[in-house]
């Protein structure tokens, strides 16, 4: 980039009115989609994440991973089919759900983050208690509901300096491990936390009043317009439960939810740092 | 069992003197082989885990896990072989060996302590740069040397009333992840940590005189000793990187190390709580 | 004892919830009777003592000294009479309790904690204002009802690792001591600190159905239980103030009151940290 | 006093320099004589000691009790015989040191204190292990010589605000109770604290160069010059032990130590507080 | 002065109980008039703040200037007029206030305590956002009327040891600075602390009921005794804002309010520190 | 600026490696010349500052004034004389360079920091003892030399979250106020923390080696280097005092001092924030 470095000292200073709203602040951030299988886009988002924390901000990044749990899955030759969108997961699945999410992806998150200079550390539900569920439907086998998030382990970890990166499984109160959706537990995480604003990454632009004119973008609703929207149609098939997941995160205290395209470098300093809306908002 | 709760009580209280000697000193405990896979000893050793928290030390357990790795490369297809006792660990292979442990052991293992009702939380090498490390030889690919043990992350576990239960895997500067020898791992941290005593779990009962004969256990061991009877011969073949590892826990600050039989039930509280010593202690 | 170290150690672990219900908690110990007197009972009572504690209990003890005091006053040729069961406290008389409770009793106690190895601090209701009273009846002479309990002290010493030892003397704003039931200092310190349990030694088992039954001990009791039973004529004489001290605590908010037998060796740990229940357990 | 309330303003203001010299800085007064038996002294050394806590100091009273002792062990019929000036203390005479220091005077005192509206802590050398002693000689019986001073119970007390009141009573490994000397107690605290100052009240002005003339006091004295008096036979007999206790503490690392008059009314504050030395004042 | 220091002790513990009365509170005194230019009456006054400091009072100095001000505008011919009895302050007059307040007056004041061995910070309202202000009325001018008060930064500074002194000048919003009425800025910041006092120094003995007659001092007045000696004029003219600018901090929580004259050497300390009363008391 | 947001965010995340080598570093920054005439440039200092401040930096502020003390003195018709460089201040000067430094400057300075949300605390060193001087030369009246860094005052300060705004001006034990070099006052202040950085903001780019000819930058020296330089000549006149204080503060512990030119805009985040180097850097 040719920006000569006067430009970039302008550019740090115009900043400061947006790191000021959020200092001192939690953010989550749902991790996903393209954003987390391209390389270039990853950098982009653990340097955000990165700099979030640097200014002061308790960022805490939550994560799933389905493709590469079906990925592994085939090649273990471990079959797997869905019921109302949801993964039926008996142990052996949910043995692969576990190496996979909190083994490879969670850990993997917490190395990228350790190269470019950060201290992270990865956990999953089962850590510290943190996310506790109940079996969801005994015919879905690990699937689980969430109960309660234990956020101590949390606090503790951000005053420590350390940037939580979260997997998301649950356990219950035998210890067995469940598998749970990510915008779920990162919405949970949010409201528990109280957060200022909780960021979800997607592979969409955001709400669109035409799901085929990407300029039909919703750029903020309120509680009341979301039920409007559901209502007319307009927010329709696999759109519902993530905008669901949104409003129920406000409904429980989280100040401002995102959803964002995570395919755009930066978007996570973009929506929260300049005067740029580019997904849709959620507020009260 | 059906000792009188009369005794029970009496047996507590002779425990003082021996918890007394341990509360808000740091034990690192290495743990593995058949304590790790027979569900009874490994419910008794979390218990032991558990009390030895309560009553006020500072518990860390250090796992490793080659017969797991060993099994998930073989229902993969991936060819393991080693070279030294060490396994030649290739990208794909320190994938699998990433997601075994970090994934599946470590999980299970604090999944495990939360079911009786503790707080434990899963790490490996990378959270929060815990175990730092450089390849040893490009011909084994992902097995590290360890450089530096930042035990941040641990002080601030432990303060916050967590038990850390830590995947031997580390990280070099760049993020990449590299496999190394459990016994090492927990000997470093030990050493790191000035604890007041590491407890190697193993399938034998300690160093044995006459490697035949169960009845030679040697009981004690000093630095000098042990030099001796390695060069008469005694401490021999796959012994010998065993004591070594004692050892130089010993020489780097660790007061007391033990090398005892897992297979004995609460055999971290036989050796530590009570008069009797099973296996073999080593210290300068 | 010829208990193995298994039992031992299985022993130990056993006691992990029983211990996790208690720890952090406040528990006050009333004192008394045969196990302040017999040298072996009294052992076994501080090891007690030092056990809660070591598992993270905030154990405090307190004390009275009756016959003790009586015995000094015997040899010093003061004579005393009791009015209602309360001793007429002339000022010669106060001196005596004051210096054979707070100086010879109490001292003696924190003297035995300290050669089993513990820290203890020998305190009065003088000490700190801990114990504010007023003069019950001027016919009695220095015998205090109390006003209010001052826990800073307790807290303070609690917080540095001392076991609190407390004689059973109050303290009037001018400054002059006043002789107070044991019991009901117990009863009241406790109350003030939300104590999770009161555990009033004695030299009965606790309350029986019929006093000359043994083996008529009521377990356990409510406050409407207790009412019902004092109607009724079971609870009668001095059993009386005894259970009113205990229904009054569970009332101010203590949780559980037991009257224990004090001549059980271990007594403490077996009612606190076991499954056997040996006296009367008093709760809301 | 007919002071009008301007001079008193001025007065108070004066005391401000030599305030500010003290605040922050432990002193430790020896208390004893006729300022511990005259009711008007002993009422004005309370509200010094009162005086010098609320102005930030950090004040230790340390007291003996020899009369009293004396005594009760007459009224008990125990006989008492000294060698070279030092009780020998049997285990009766033990019991009876040990109540009337700990029980009677040390109380009355903490009970003074609080009558002022202090908060004061009576504690002996038992409480907190705070005098660890060995025994002299054993044909003295329960003679104590200091071991070591435990001074974490009187930081916690003095943290919380309390005004620790100490007896000059020491314990040895076993718990057993000894009889130690106030002067050497004070001074043995003073040097574990490495205090700003040490008052010893006791019942001449000062070391007095001629004994028969109060007018030759020594008002200063360097280790040095104590040296020197004792050679050349001016500090001599009784006035020796009190010497060598006072040149200990300096040596040990106590800046100042007085030895002053109580019989003048408040004059730990007029030598502490005011420009004027009332008596001997001993610096390295 | 001749007074014995036996008779000085003597003073200062007879201030105990006074003393008691404000340690740990907030006091905040108003200086102004001529104890604050006659140099003797300004070191009574200094050193009254210090020792109250000392003896662990919070105290805070609130200071104007109004003649000082006025001399500066002549020596630079700057016009100035009042409205009401208040300045209109243009950008020129706002200039000089600032400089006479807060870096002639201000400044020196903080000089004067560090003479006398104290630590104090000079503080105007810009400061750590102090004092939050808007215009009065476009036609005054920088004439200020408060709306907020952020006590933070006094905290910051009392806790660390030093003594706030306080210029009444206010900033609003956009960082434009305002003079306001130093009784005033006094009363909303001892408002905001609810302090345990504010003093304010006047060059009158305080309100009398004959203002012709020194003797008819009224010494103490509740708020409702103010509003029915304004209804009957005898709280006239000048009088009625000093007098309400009392009664509102009475209002909004101070506890007792004085009006003293300055013109007493340590008059603060008389009233404060002594029996007698010299000006006259608000409370409610 | 036209720069979008995109590129926006990927400036901010290059900052990062930057951020990271100052945040929780002392930075002193000396302000001066232009830069604080110039509203605009003044404007872009205080972003600096509240920037660095918001990332972390513990940023402080050094300021002088001397044309605006001059035009001052002008206006009050005092005439000024300069001795090698030094003002001659008598005491009518001294007053006007407090007034105008402490009261005018420096109120500004915190003012304009809270307009743009920051929270500024204006000091000078008479605050907290913060500059303890004693005079340099009785001839040159008020001129101060500095014995002392007093630096609680400033860790209190940046502890609440608060910039310290410092006036060049000193104190002596008298409470005696004096004039000071900025230059000098920032390198005293900077090297009393052992600051990460010196920022001398000066109306040059820094030491030229042929200071007609802005391209001969000089942009790193050690302190051998200026030693060379000064004797070769290149160093000379006006600038041999202004690289003496640079030099002086690294000898003392600074790490790294720049001179760069205050009138380009956001000098200060260019040369701290960015790869570039604006000035001369002076290290050890």
């Known amino acids: 980039m040719n920006t000569s470095n006067a430009v970039r000292a302008e550019i740090l200073t115009q900043a400061v009115p947006y790191i000021k709203e959020y200092t001192g602040k939690y953010v989550v951030a749902k991790y996903g989609g393209n954003a987390m299988t391209d390389p270039q886009l ?9 700099l979030l924390q640097l200014v002061g901000v308790k960022v805490i990044l939550v994560h799933g991973g389905g493709p590469e749990i079906s990925a592994m899955l085939k090649k273990l030759s471990i079959e797997s089919h869905f019921e109302n969108g949801l993964r039926v997961t008996d142990d052996d699945t949910m043995e692969v759900v576990q190496m996979v999410l909190a083994g490879k992806v969670n850990k993997s998150l917490a190395a990228d983050l350790s190269a470019l200079g950060g201290k992270a ?12 569920v109940h079996q969801k439907n005994e015919k879905l086998g690990h699937v689980g509901e969430i109960d309660e998030i234990n956020t101590k ?132």
Chains 1, 2, 3, 4, 5, 6 share one sequence.
Do not use: W
């Open 121 to 132: 550390v990865g956990l999953c539900g089962i850590d510290g208690g943190l996310i506790k």
């Open 153 to 284: 382990i949390l606090d503790d970890l951000l005053d420590g300096g350390f940037i939580p990166v979260i997997s998301s499984i649950g356990i219950d109160d035998d210890g067995t491990p469940y598998n749970i959706n990510a915008d779920t537990a990162a919405a949970k995480i949010a409201a528990a936390l109280h957060a200022e604003s909780m960021v979800v990454m997607s592979n969409i632009n955001g709400v669109l009043r035409d799901k085929d004119d990407e300029n039909s973008l919703i750029s903020q609703m309120s509680l009341a317009d979301a039920e409007e929207l559901k209502k007319s149609g307009i927010i329709a098939g696999g759109m519902i439960p993530k905008v669901d997941c949104c409003t129920n995160a406000v409904k429980e205290g989280v100040k401002k939810v995102f959803i964002i395209n995570g395919e755009i470098p930066h978007a996570i300093l973009i929506e929260l740092l300049t005067d740029e809306g580019l997904g849709t908002m959620f507020t009260k």
């Open 42 to 50: 990853k950098k982009s988002v653990m340097q955000d994440i990165l």
